[in-house]
């Protein structure tokens, strides 16, 4: 039941988002931190994995210059550059994803094109097609044409050198160029300084690899690259910001009763939470309802007659809150009903913010997950949730049911 696990292998190590839906684990738990009978501390025991403001690594906007053919507005948080071919199918399939993405996310993310030029036989037609994108560029038509000449690459990779020339003043037409200016500018000064520039940047690259895809970092990407994928890459990153670096405070008396009221698109749900039994993840709820982290997120998981799972901004079921609680697990506490409310992990001593609901007895899970509350009114909002299984390596799913709020009421 995990959602995504193997995806995007180098985010486990850039953002450290690995919290999942629930599964079974052979790793031996750590040790739980012990709480002292009448001492209440001051901030939850965690593993903070989220570093403070001003310790990453410079973004890659930074690097992004005004020469740069760049779509999306100059200060989206999320930053794609894209180094690529023309003839290169793989380049014509990666622009294509990414550029869904980015008419997913419009005022998000910024997508930018360096050319990467190829050697040996297609090196005529790539050097003609970057000369077209240029000539393009300075009528204001750098996408369209590179749209254009990616879109229909294999109808002129068939074509001569010679005849790919003559074939390209007829797509600028097509583009509502002015042909004249387009094939004056094509021959011309600045665009020959600009493929010279260019070749001279790919002859001097060694181990060159096409495409080459960087995302808000200057390391290179190499995960996957489908859309449903990037797009989860772009969520994560977008949840960047309101993660948090240190422990959350420890908010509740144990020894008082707290109840969550969930407003969810469905209807209302009401939990009465475990604070003997679990003060730390209660705690730990609290205060990021009290953050507004649960303020309009998905259940992105809904398995009917199973559980649903939702605490993720992200969306993804991979974005946690920047640290991982400590496990408290009884033996008294089992997955015998429907209701009950726990946090979900990716194994021992890493669970954060996302949780799930039963919706039915669930003996597998027996100590493996934190239970922390129940249902008490609102199970049959929760079967009315729509339907929702992120599978690895499937398709780009719509979003879920929102959970639009969570109030807790002390009593």
């Known amino acids: 039941m995990k959602d995504r696990p193997f995806l995007l292998p180098l985010l486990l190590l850039l953002l450290a988002a ?8 052979d790793s031996a738990p750590l040790a739980t931190p012990t709480r002292s009978e009448g001492q209440r501390p001051e901030t939850i025991p965690c593993i903070v994995i989220n570093p403070p403001a001003g310790t990453d690594q410079p973004g890659l906007a930074a690097l992004i210059g005004p020469d740069d053919h760049a779509l999306g507005p100059e200060q989206a948080p999320v930053t794609l550059l894209l ?19 980015r008419q997913a996310h419009p005022q998000e993310v ?58 390209l003043p007829v797509q600028a037409a097509g583009l509502g160029l002015d042909v004249a200016q387009f094939q004056a500018d094509f021959e011309g000064e600045t665009v020959q300084a600009r493929l010279e520039a260019i070749l001279a940047f790919a002859a001097g690259v060694q181990q060159p690899q096409r495409p080459m895809l960087f995302l808000n970092s200057p390391t290179p990407y190499a995960g996957l690259v489908d859309p449903a994928s990037l797009d989860a890459l772009v969520e994560l990153n977008l949840l960047q910001p309101h993660r948090f670096s240190a422990c959350p405070p420890m908010l509740i008396d144990p020894q ?46 809904v398995l009917p007659g199973a559980l649903v799972m ?29 209701g009950l409310v726990a946090m979900a992990n990716n194994g021992p001593n890493t669970s954060g913010s996302q949780f799930f609901i ?30 929702r299984d992120p599978q690895p390596a499937g398709p780009w799913l719509p979003p879920g049911d929102l959970l639009l709020h969570v109030t807790i009421e002390e009593h």
């Open 83 to 101: 180094y690529a071919d023309y003839p290169c199918p793989g380049c014509a399939l990666l622009l294509s994803n990414l550029e869904q993405v």
């Open 358 to 387: 039963t919706l039915a007895p669930a003996p597998a899970m027996n100590g493996l997950y934190t239970i922390f509350g129940e249902v008490v009114s609102g199970l049959d909002v929760l079967a009315r949730l729509t339907p």
């Open 310 to 338: 939702s605490g993720d901004p992200s969306g993804t079921g991979m974005g946690n809150p920047g640290y991982f609680l400590y496990d408290e697990i009884t033996t008294d506490m089992r997955f015998d009903r429907a």
């Open 18 to 25: 690995c919290t999942a839906a629930p599964a079974a684990t």
């Open 110 to 167: 910024r997508l930018v094109y360096r050319h990467f030029p190829l050697s040996g036989a297609s090196s005529d037609k790539s050097s003609l097609a970057i000369r077209a994108a240029e000539a393009a560029d300075l009528q204001g038509r750098f996408w369209e044409m590179t749209f254009l000449l990616f879109e229909r690459q294999p109808e002129w990779m068939t074509l001569t050198p010679a005849a790919f020339e003559a074939w």
């Open 256 to 301: 008082r009763p707290y109840t969550a009221v969930l407003e969810t698109e469905r209807g209302q749900v009401t939990l009465l939470l475990h604070t003997d039994r679990a003060p730390f993840a209660v705690s730990n709820f609290i205060f990021l309802a009290r953050s507004g982290w649960y303020d309009g997120i998905p259940f992105y998981r």
